[in-house]
Protein backbone atom coordinates (compact mmCIF):
# COMPACT_ATOMS: atom_id res chain seq x y z
CA UNK A 1 0.00 0.00 0.00
CA UNK A 2 1.35 3.31 -1.18
CA UNK A 3 2.04 5.96 1.67
CA UNK A 4 -0.51 8.50 0.33
CA UNK A 5 -3.30 5.48 1.21
CA UNK A 6 -1.96 4.98 4.45
CA UNK A 7 -1.87 8.47 5.47
CA UNK A 8 -5.52 9.03 4.06
CA UNK A 9 -6.96 5.69 5.93
CA UNK A 10 -5.24 7.54 9.24
CA UNK A 11 -6.32 10.42 8.59
CA UNK A 12 -10.06 9.65 7.92
CA UNK A 13 -10.52 6.90 10.89
CA UNK A 14 -8.92 9.62 13.20
CA UNK A 15 -11.41 12.27 11.85
CA UNK A 16 -14.66 10.48 10.39
CA UNK A 17 -17.01 8.55 13.15
CA UNK A 18 -19.11 5.12 12.28
CA UNK A 19 -16.49 4.24 9.41
CA UNK A 20 -17.68 0.46 8.28
CA UNK A 21 -15.23 0.35 5.59
CA UNK A 22 -12.90 2.54 3.03
CA UNK A 23 -12.73 0.55 0.05
CA UNK A 24 -10.59 1.55 -3.54
CA UNK A 25 -11.42 1.04 -6.89
CA UNK A 26 -9.69 1.86 -10.05
CA UNK A 27 -6.72 1.94 -11.51
CA UNK A 28 -4.78 2.30 -8.08
CA UNK A 29 -5.47 -1.01 -7.00
CA UNK A 30 -2.77 -2.13 -9.75
CA UNK A 31 0.26 -0.41 -9.80
CA UNK A 32 1.21 -1.63 -13.18
CA UNK A 33 -1.65 -0.08 -14.79
CA UNK A 34 -1.58 3.18 -12.66
CA UNK A 35 0.18 5.85 -13.76
CA UNK A 36 0.95 9.78 -12.79
CA UNK A 37 -2.64 11.20 -13.63
CA UNK A 38 -4.49 8.14 -12.18
CA UNK A 39 -7.13 8.97 -9.83
CA UNK A 40 -7.17 7.37 -6.05
CA UNK A 41 -10.62 6.53 -6.39
CA UNK A 42 -12.04 5.85 -2.57
CA UNK A 43 -15.41 5.32 -1.00
CA UNK A 44 -16.12 5.84 2.95
CA UNK A 45 -18.97 3.54 3.79
CA UNK A 46 -20.42 4.20 7.09
CA UNK A 47 -22.15 1.47 9.08
CA UNK A 48 -25.67 0.87 8.94
CA UNK A 49 -26.39 3.55 11.98
CA UNK A 50 -24.05 6.79 10.98
CA UNK A 51 -25.09 9.39 9.42
CA UNK A 52 -23.10 11.66 7.01
CA UNK A 53 -21.60 14.76 8.91
CA UNK A 54 -20.51 16.38 5.54
CA UNK A 55 -18.17 19.26 7.09
CA UNK A 56 -16.61 17.05 9.26
CA UNK A 57 -15.62 14.78 6.39
CA UNK A 58 -14.49 17.64 4.25
CA UNK A 59 -12.19 18.71 7.00
CA UNK A 60 -10.62 15.19 7.31
CA UNK A 61 -9.80 15.26 3.24
CA UNK A 62 -8.81 18.97 3.58
CA UNK A 63 -5.61 17.23 6.29
CA UNK A 64 -4.56 14.51 4.15
CA UNK A 65 -2.48 16.81 1.94
CA UNK A 66 -2.61 20.87 0.69
CA UNK A 67 -5.84 21.46 -1.16
CA UNK A 68 -5.03 22.48 -4.56
CA UNK A 69 -8.56 22.69 -6.01
CA UNK A 70 -11.55 20.41 -5.85
CA UNK A 71 -15.33 20.09 -6.90
CA UNK A 72 -18.19 18.49 -4.43
CA UNK A 73 -20.94 16.44 -5.65
CA UNK A 74 -24.03 15.59 -3.46
CA UNK A 75 -26.28 13.33 -3.49
CA UNK A 76 -29.27 12.81 -0.42
CA UNK A 77 -27.15 10.08 1.21
CA UNK A 78 -23.61 10.64 -0.06
CA UNK A 79 -20.68 13.14 -0.76
CA UNK A 80 -17.84 13.37 -3.86
CA UNK A 81 -15.13 14.98 -2.51
CA UNK A 82 -12.93 15.51 -6.10
CA UNK A 83 -9.48 16.80 -4.86
CA UNK A 84 -6.22 17.67 -6.16
CA UNK A 85 -3.95 18.01 -3.40
CA UNK A 86 -0.13 18.15 -2.81
CA UNK A 87 1.87 15.04 -0.61
CA UNK A 88 4.89 15.40 0.30
CA UNK A 89 6.66 15.68 -3.45
CA UNK A 90 3.55 14.50 -5.50
CA UNK A 91 0.62 15.80 -6.87
CA UNK A 92 -2.42 13.48 -5.76
CA UNK A 93 -5.34 13.34 -7.53
CA UNK A 94 -8.19 11.86 -4.72
CA UNK A 95 -12.00 11.20 -5.66
CA UNK A 96 -13.08 10.31 -2.03
CA UNK A 97 -17.07 9.54 -1.51
CA UNK A 98 -18.51 9.16 1.75
CA UNK A 99 -21.89 7.37 1.83
CA UNK A 100 -24.07 5.96 4.12
CA UNK A 101 -24.77 2.38 4.35
CA UNK A 102 -28.07 1.60 2.67
CA UNK A 103 -27.05 4.16 -0.23
CA UNK A 104 -24.01 2.11 -1.07
CA UNK A 105 -25.70 -0.92 -0.92
CA UNK A 106 -28.44 0.04 -2.84
CA UNK A 107 -26.68 1.71 -6.13
CA UNK A 108 -22.82 1.85 -6.18
CA UNK A 109 -21.47 -0.51 -8.65
CA UNK A 110 -18.99 -2.51 -6.54
CA UNK A 111 -17.12 -4.67 -9.45
CA UNK A 112 -13.49 -4.74 -8.75
CA UNK A 113 -12.64 -2.82 -5.00
CA UNK A 114 -10.49 -3.26 -2.44
CA UNK A 115 -10.90 -3.21 1.23
CA UNK A 116 -8.25 -0.76 2.33
CA UNK A 117 -10.00 -0.75 5.78
CA UNK A 118 -13.12 -2.40 8.11
CA UNK A 119 -15.06 -5.11 6.63
CA UNK A 120 -17.86 -5.53 4.05
CA UNK A 121 -20.20 -8.67 3.26
CA UNK A 122 -19.33 -9.12 -0.58
CA UNK A 123 -21.37 -12.21 -0.38
CA UNK A 124 -24.56 -9.75 0.15
CA UNK A 125 -23.25 -7.24 -2.67
CA UNK A 126 -25.02 -7.66 -5.58
CA UNK A 127 -22.95 -7.91 -8.79
CA UNK A 128 -24.49 -4.92 -10.70
CA UNK A 129 -23.56 -4.32 -14.21
CA UNK A 130 -22.75 -0.79 -15.57
CA UNK A 131 -26.32 0.60 -17.36
CA UNK A 132 -27.04 2.54 -20.56
CA UNK A 133 -29.74 4.29 -20.05
CA UNK A 134 -31.53 6.54 -22.35
CA UNK A 135 -30.12 9.86 -23.15
CA UNK A 136 -33.45 11.59 -22.26
CA UNK A 137 -34.28 15.41 -22.89
CA UNK A 138 -34.43 16.06 -19.30
CA UNK A 139 -30.89 15.14 -18.71
CA UNK A 140 -29.67 18.05 -21.50
CA UNK A 141 -29.90 22.00 -21.09
CA UNK A 142 -31.42 21.28 -24.10
CA UNK A 143 -33.45 25.01 -24.15
CA UNK A 144 -30.89 27.02 -22.25
CA UNK A 145 -28.31 26.11 -25.18
CA UNK A 146 -30.94 27.19 -27.98
CA UNK A 147 -31.41 30.50 -26.00
CA UNK A 148 -27.78 30.79 -26.04
CA UNK A 149 -27.03 30.58 -29.76
CA UNK A 150 -29.46 33.68 -30.02
CA UNK A 151 -27.48 35.31 -28.00
CA UNK A 152 -24.31 34.36 -29.10
CA UNK A 153 -25.16 35.80 -32.41
CA UNK A 154 -26.62 38.62 -31.24
CA UNK A 155 -23.56 39.89 -28.92
CA UNK A 156 -21.23 38.81 -31.97
CA UNK A 157 -23.41 41.39 -34.71
CA UNK A 158 -23.01 43.60 -31.78
CA UNK A 159 -19.08 43.41 -31.71
CA UNK A 160 -19.17 42.62 -27.91
CA UNK A 161 -16.77 39.77 -28.31
CA UNK A 162 -15.59 39.18 -24.76
CA UNK A 163 -19.35 37.90 -23.85
CA UNK A 164 -19.93 36.34 -27.36
CA UNK A 165 -16.62 34.48 -27.20
CA UNK A 166 -18.04 33.75 -23.62
CA UNK A 167 -21.31 32.25 -24.96
CA UNK A 168 -20.15 30.24 -27.90
CA UNK A 169 -17.61 28.61 -25.34
CA UNK A 170 -20.66 27.40 -23.76
CA UNK A 171 -22.36 26.09 -26.61
CA UNK A 172 -19.00 24.12 -28.01
CA UNK A 173 -18.88 22.58 -24.65
CA UNK A 174 -22.89 21.39 -24.85
CA UNK A 175 -22.02 19.97 -28.37
CA UNK A 176 -19.13 17.76 -26.56
CA UNK A 177 -21.09 16.75 -23.93
CA UNK A 178 -23.20 15.16 -26.82
CA UNK A 179 -20.00 14.05 -28.51
CA UNK A 180 -18.61 12.37 -24.97
CA UNK A 181 -22.14 10.39 -24.47
CA UNK A 182 -22.20 8.99 -27.72
CA UNK A 183 -19.01 7.02 -27.37
CA UNK A 184 -19.99 6.50 -23.83
CA UNK A 185 -22.98 4.49 -26.06
CA UNK A 186 -20.58 3.30 -28.40
CA UNK A 187 -17.75 1.88 -26.22
CA UNK A 188 -20.04 0.70 -23.69
CA UNK A 189 -18.13 2.64 -20.87
CA UNK A 190 -18.91 5.67 -17.96
CA UNK A 191 -15.50 6.14 -17.27
CA UNK A 192 -13.14 8.03 -19.10
CA UNK A 193 -9.81 7.26 -17.46
CA UNK A 194 -8.45 6.77 -21.72
CA UNK A 195 -8.98 8.78 -24.69
CA UNK A 196 -8.52 7.40 -28.47
CA UNK A 197 -6.78 9.87 -29.77
CA UNK A 198 -9.40 11.53 -31.12
CA UNK A 199 -9.17 14.21 -33.53
CA UNK A 200 -11.78 17.05 -32.29
CA UNK A 201 -14.82 16.94 -34.32
CA UNK A 202 -15.38 19.54 -37.36
CA UNK A 203 -17.70 21.89 -36.06
CA UNK A 204 -15.51 23.04 -32.80
CA UNK A 205 -12.19 23.80 -34.83
CA UNK A 206 -11.24 26.22 -32.97
CA UNK A 207 -8.88 27.94 -35.55
CA UNK A 208 -11.46 28.87 -37.53
CA UNK A 209 -12.89 31.57 -34.80
CA UNK A 210 -11.79 35.33 -35.69
CA UNK A 211 -13.67 37.63 -33.92
CA UNK A 212 -12.52 40.51 -36.27
CA UNK A 213 -14.66 38.62 -39.02
CA UNK A 214 -18.07 38.62 -37.98
CA UNK A 215 -19.40 36.98 -40.86
CA UNK A 216 -16.89 34.32 -40.48
CA UNK A 217 -18.12 33.69 -36.82
CA UNK A 218 -21.58 33.37 -37.66
CA UNK A 219 -20.72 30.78 -40.58
CA UNK A 220 -19.04 29.28 -37.52
CA UNK A 221 -21.90 29.19 -35.21
CA UNK A 222 -24.15 27.81 -37.87
CA UNK A 223 -21.81 24.49 -38.73
CA UNK A 224 -22.18 23.88 -34.80
CA UNK A 225 -25.57 24.65 -34.55
CA UNK A 226 -26.22 21.85 -37.35
CA UNK A 227 -24.12 19.56 -36.30
CA UNK A 228 -25.73 19.85 -32.66
CA UNK A 229 -29.09 20.22 -33.69
CA UNK A 230 -28.27 16.60 -35.78
CA UNK A 231 -26.98 14.75 -32.67
CA UNK A 232 -29.78 15.62 -30.72
CA UNK A 233 -32.14 14.25 -33.23
CA UNK A 234 -30.55 10.98 -33.51
CA UNK A 235 -29.82 10.81 -29.46
CA UNK A 236 -32.74 11.79 -27.76
CA UNK A 237 -36.24 10.56 -27.91
CA UNK A 238 -39.11 13.03 -29.01
CA UNK A 239 -36.70 15.76 -30.19
CA UNK A 240 -38.10 18.02 -32.81
CA UNK A 241 -35.51 19.84 -34.88
CA UNK A 242 -34.80 23.63 -33.88
CA UNK A 243 -32.32 24.59 -36.36
CA UNK A 244 -33.91 26.35 -39.14
CA UNK A 245 -35.01 28.87 -36.95
CA UNK A 246 -31.37 29.78 -35.40
CA UNK A 247 -30.46 29.82 -39.11
CA UNK A 248 -32.64 32.21 -40.33
CA UNK A 249 -31.89 34.25 -37.78
CA UNK A 250 -28.18 34.12 -38.83
CA UNK A 251 -28.65 35.13 -42.47
CA UNK A 252 -30.80 37.79 -40.77
CA UNK A 253 -28.20 39.25 -39.15
CA UNK A 254 -25.74 38.60 -42.28
CA UNK A 255 -28.26 41.08 -44.12
CA UNK A 256 -28.35 44.01 -41.38
CA UNK A 257 -24.43 43.68 -40.98
CA UNK A 258 -24.11 44.27 -45.01
CA UNK A 259 -26.84 46.97 -44.97
Not at 71 to 93: G, I, P
Request: glycine letters at 4%.
Amino acid sequence: MSGFLSHLIRTLTERVDGIQAILLYGSQQHPQVADMWSDYDVCIVLNSSARIDESRFILAVNDIGTVVGREVYRRSHSVLYRTAMKFQSSMCLLDATVSEFHEWNSTENRDQQSILFGHIELSSCPNTPVTHAAFRPDETAIDPTWFKYIGAIKKFCRHDNLIGMHLLLDLIREYLVLEMVERDQRKRTNIHRYGDHERLPGPIQLSQIDESDTTRVLDYIAELAVAYDKKLVSMVEGYTSRVQSVLRYIERSKVHLLG
